[in-house]
């Protein structure tokens, strides 16, 4: 079997749109030159789509014409490494995916905790940014909403309304155990988060979640206030937490 052959083995089992990487095919050295002009002429015939330098995907068609990888999967090799999640997709691009935001940012903010993820994906330009805690698989959702409520003040084109019944949704939609996990992460944010954090899950109503609101209220100091340009007509929490 020759070196094409080998390669496109590898390779036909993923599926249109998969970003993959030259190492992750796992090529012999001896044979890394003819894979390289493999890749190149398979990306001429239309076989492959070439996401950035080492990075390749298969196309895939709708009736509408050739889609593009999601931007994350566009970033996928760099918010993981040797298979462990270490950034995540934050900004008015995930608050876009959250329904928060009608407009689609021509960056796109990456947030990890060490390190600082400078790069171009295509179209995709990408400013790094730095989490408030290790990023991993079990927290980057919880990160992504907290800076959501960090940042309520600057999502694009927001309704205030809307956008607080949207965040008081998602924080409902968690369970218990995310609860939890979310009420120690936010901990780690700046005050003006907990306090809004802190309403939110009020507003909720929950009995169960009293103890982590109280956690939450305890680390504030009392005689500060916090501006979001929110009124108690719309956040009911809005003067016990000293939100303006």
């Known amino acids: 079997m020759n070196t094409t052959d080998i390669i496109w083995r590898k390779i036909s089992g993923r599926n249109p749109g998969e970003v993959f990487t030259f190492n992750q095919l796992e090529i012999e050295s001896e044979k890394y030159f003819a ?62 995916r959250l329904g928060l935001t009608t407009q689609v940012p021509k960056t796109i903010q990456v947030a990890s905790r060490d390190k600082r993820i400078t790069v171009k994906v295509g179209n995709l330009r990408v400013k790094p940014v730095k989490s408030y805690v290790d ?34 949704q998602l924080l409902k939609a968690l369970d218990r155990n995310d609860l939890l996990q979310l009420s120690d992460i936010v901990l780690s944010y700046p005050p003006r988060t907990r306090a809004l954090t802190g309403a939110l899950l009020e507003w909720i109503g929950t009995k169960d979640n009293d103890n982590l609101i109280r956690k939450i209220a ?27």
């Open 35 to 96: 894979a390289t002009k493999a890749l190149s002429r398979m990306v001429k015939e239309g076989k492959l789509k070439r996401a950035s330098i080492g990075k390749y995907y298969k196309p895939k068609q709708s009736p509408f014409g050739e889609l593009k990888p999601a931007e994350g999967e566009l970033l996928r090799t760099y918010l993981f490494n040797n298979g462990k999640r270490i950034a995540y997709i934050t900004g008015p691009a995930l608050y876009n």
């Open 218 to 244: 305890n680390s504030l100091n009392p005689l500060s206030t916090y501006s979001f340009s929110i009124s108690g007509k719309v956040l009911p929490a809005a003067e016990k937490w000293k939100i303006n």
């Open 135 to 168: 990023v991993s698989n079990e927290n980057y959702n919880l990160l992504g909403l907290l800076d959501a409520i960090k940042d309520f003040k600057n999502i694009p084109d927001r309704d205030t309304e809307n956008t607080l019944l949207q965040l008081r």
